[in-house]
Protein backbone atom coordinates (compact mmCIF):
# COMPACT_ATOMS: atom_id res chain seq x y z
CA UNK A 1 0.00 0.00 0.00
CA UNK A 2 2.70 2.40 1.10
CA UNK A 3 4.51 1.58 -2.01
CA UNK A 4 1.82 2.29 -4.50
CA UNK A 5 1.15 5.59 -2.97
CA UNK A 6 5.02 6.49 -3.34
CA UNK A 7 4.42 5.53 -6.83
CA UNK A 8 1.63 7.86 -7.40
CA UNK A 9 3.40 10.57 -5.55
CA UNK A 10 6.53 9.49 -7.53
CA UNK A 11 4.32 9.67 -11.32
CA UNK A 12 2.54 12.84 -9.64
CA UNK A 13 5.79 14.73 -9.31
CA UNK A 14 7.26 13.79 -12.76
CA UNK A 15 4.12 14.69 -14.81
CA UNK A 16 3.92 18.11 -12.66
CA UNK A 17 7.67 18.62 -13.48
CA UNK A 18 7.16 17.69 -17.30
CA UNK A 19 4.25 19.73 -17.86
CA UNK A 20 6.12 22.78 -16.52
CA UNK A 21 7.66 23.43 -19.80
CA UNK A 22 4.12 24.69 -21.02
CA UNK A 23 4.60 27.78 -18.76
CA UNK A 24 7.26 29.48 -21.26
CA UNK A 25 4.31 28.87 -23.99
CA UNK A 26 2.83 32.69 -22.87
CA UNK A 27 6.41 33.81 -23.06
CA UNK A 28 6.98 32.58 -26.82
CA UNK A 29 3.52 34.29 -27.62
CA UNK A 30 5.01 37.88 -25.62
CA UNK A 31 7.58 37.39 -28.50
CA UNK A 32 5.39 36.95 -31.26
CA UNK A 33 3.61 40.65 -29.76
CA UNK A 34 7.07 42.09 -29.74
CA UNK A 35 8.04 40.94 -33.34
CA UNK A 36 4.15 42.94 -34.16
CA UNK A 37 6.06 45.69 -33.21
CA UNK A 38 8.92 45.58 -34.76
CA UNK A 39 6.97 45.25 -37.92
CA UNK A 40 4.71 48.04 -37.05
CA UNK A 41 8.61 50.22 -36.30
CA UNK A 42 9.79 48.85 -39.77
CA UNK A 43 7.04 50.13 -41.38
CA UNK A 44 6.77 53.44 -39.81
CA UNK A 45 10.26 54.44 -41.08
CA UNK A 46 10.11 52.41 -44.17
CA UNK A 47 7.00 54.96 -44.74
CA UNK A 48 9.40 57.77 -43.11
CA UNK A 49 11.64 56.73 -45.72
CA UNK A 50 9.27 57.16 -49.03
CA UNK A 51 7.62 60.22 -47.99
CA UNK A 52 10.64 62.81 -47.31
CA UNK A 53 13.10 60.60 -49.77
CA UNK A 54 13.56 64.12 -51.48
CA UNK A 55 14.65 65.96 -48.63
CA UNK A 56 17.56 62.84 -47.18
CA UNK A 57 20.98 63.27 -47.55
CA UNK A 58 22.62 60.32 -48.65
CA UNK A 59 23.79 59.21 -45.07
CA UNK A 60 20.66 60.19 -43.71
CA UNK A 61 19.27 57.42 -45.72
CA UNK A 62 22.17 54.84 -45.09
CA UNK A 63 21.56 54.88 -41.38
CA UNK A 64 17.37 54.64 -42.12
CA UNK A 65 18.45 51.34 -44.23
CA UNK A 66 20.90 50.43 -41.79
CA UNK A 67 18.24 50.63 -39.06
CA UNK A 68 15.80 48.98 -41.27
CA UNK A 69 18.42 46.03 -41.51
CA UNK A 70 18.76 45.85 -37.61
CA UNK A 71 14.86 45.83 -37.76
CA UNK A 72 14.99 42.77 -39.50
CA UNK A 73 18.13 40.87 -38.42
CA UNK A 74 16.06 41.36 -34.98
CA UNK A 75 13.13 39.67 -35.85
CA UNK A 76 15.02 36.80 -37.36
CA UNK A 77 16.68 36.55 -33.89
CA UNK A 78 12.84 36.36 -32.66
CA UNK A 79 11.82 33.75 -35.21
CA UNK A 80 15.12 31.39 -33.85
CA UNK A 81 14.16 32.04 -30.47
CA UNK A 82 10.33 31.44 -30.83
CA UNK A 83 10.35 28.47 -33.08
CA UNK A 84 13.35 26.75 -31.88
CA UNK A 85 13.12 27.29 -28.26
CA UNK A 86 9.38 26.24 -28.44
CA UNK A 87 10.53 23.14 -30.28
CA UNK A 88 13.36 22.28 -28.32
CA UNK A 89 11.55 22.86 -25.04
CA UNK A 90 7.95 23.04 -24.88
CA UNK A 91 6.72 20.54 -27.68
CA UNK A 92 7.36 19.82 -31.44
CA UNK A 93 5.81 21.47 -33.97
CA UNK A 94 5.48 18.70 -36.41
CA UNK A 95 5.92 20.74 -39.36
CA UNK A 96 8.99 18.85 -41.18
CA UNK A 97 6.83 18.11 -43.95
CA UNK A 98 5.34 21.93 -44.21
CA UNK A 99 7.02 23.03 -47.87
CA UNK A 100 7.57 26.30 -46.13
CA UNK A 101 9.44 24.80 -43.25
CA UNK A 102 13.12 26.54 -42.63
CA UNK A 103 15.44 24.12 -43.18
CA UNK A 104 17.37 24.86 -39.55
CA UNK A 105 14.11 23.27 -37.90
CA UNK A 106 15.03 19.83 -39.01
CA UNK A 107 18.70 19.87 -37.28
CA UNK A 108 17.11 22.25 -34.14
CA UNK A 109 19.00 21.33 -30.65
CA UNK A 110 20.43 23.51 -27.88
CA UNK A 111 23.96 23.54 -29.46
CA UNK A 112 22.70 24.71 -32.59
CA UNK A 113 20.56 27.40 -31.09
CA UNK A 114 23.12 28.84 -29.40
CA UNK A 115 25.30 29.43 -32.07
CA UNK A 116 22.96 30.91 -34.35
CA UNK A 117 21.69 33.11 -31.40
CA UNK A 118 25.84 34.33 -31.31
CA UNK A 119 26.10 34.35 -34.89
CA UNK A 120 22.58 36.70 -35.16
CA UNK A 121 23.78 39.19 -32.55
CA UNK A 122 27.06 39.43 -33.95
CA UNK A 123 25.04 40.59 -36.95
CA UNK A 124 23.05 42.94 -35.35
CA UNK A 125 25.73 44.36 -33.40
CA UNK A 126 28.12 44.69 -36.83
CA UNK A 127 24.86 47.17 -38.07
CA UNK A 128 25.24 49.24 -34.87
CA UNK A 129 28.78 49.56 -35.01
CA UNK A 130 28.71 50.62 -38.68
CA UNK A 131 25.86 53.06 -37.96
CA UNK A 132 27.88 54.22 -35.25
CA UNK A 133 31.24 54.77 -37.73
CA UNK A 134 28.97 56.76 -40.61
CA UNK A 135 27.54 58.59 -38.02
CA UNK A 136 30.76 58.81 -35.80
CA UNK A 137 30.99 62.80 -35.91
CA UNK A 138 27.97 62.51 -33.00
CA UNK A 139 28.94 60.20 -31.10
CA UNK A 140 31.11 60.38 -27.93
CA UNK A 141 34.76 58.57 -28.42
CA UNK A 142 33.31 56.60 -24.95
CA UNK A 143 30.60 55.22 -26.46
CA UNK A 144 32.64 54.18 -29.98
CA UNK A 145 35.18 52.23 -27.45
CA UNK A 146 31.86 50.51 -25.29
CA UNK A 147 30.71 49.30 -28.77
CA UNK A 148 33.73 47.85 -29.88
CA UNK A 149 34.67 46.53 -26.82
CA UNK A 150 31.06 44.53 -26.56
CA UNK A 151 31.18 43.56 -30.48
CA UNK A 152 34.44 41.99 -29.47
CA UNK A 153 33.03 40.12 -26.14
CA UNK A 154 30.15 39.11 -28.57
CA UNK A 155 32.92 37.76 -31.38
CA UNK A 156 34.97 35.97 -28.39
CA UNK A 157 32.25 34.37 -26.99
CA UNK A 158 30.43 32.94 -30.01
CA UNK A 159 33.98 31.48 -30.56
CA UNK A 160 33.98 29.66 -27.53
CA UNK A 161 30.48 28.79 -27.47
CA UNK A 162 31.97 27.02 -31.10
CA UNK A 163 34.86 25.70 -30.05
CA UNK A 164 33.11 23.82 -26.74
CA UNK A 165 30.31 23.13 -29.17
CA UNK A 166 32.71 20.84 -31.34
CA UNK A 167 34.75 19.43 -28.31
CA UNK A 168 31.35 18.21 -26.78
CA UNK A 169 30.60 16.54 -29.81
CA UNK A 170 33.58 14.92 -30.24
CA UNK A 171 33.33 13.99 -26.91
CA UNK A 172 29.94 12.21 -27.26
CA UNK A 173 30.92 10.47 -30.67
CA UNK A 174 34.02 8.83 -28.86
CA UNK A 175 31.91 7.32 -26.66
Do not use: C
Request: charge should be neutral; charged fraction near 15%; aromatic fraction near 10%.
Amino acid sequence: MNNKKNLSSNRFLALTIFSSRWLQAPLYLGLIIAQGIYVYQFIWELSHLLLNIRKIEETEIMLIVLGLIDVVMISNLLIMVIIGGYETFVSRLRMDEHPDSPEWLSHVNANTMKIKLSLALIGISSIHLLKTFINIDQISEKAVIYQVVIHLAFLLSSLALVYTSKVAQEITERY
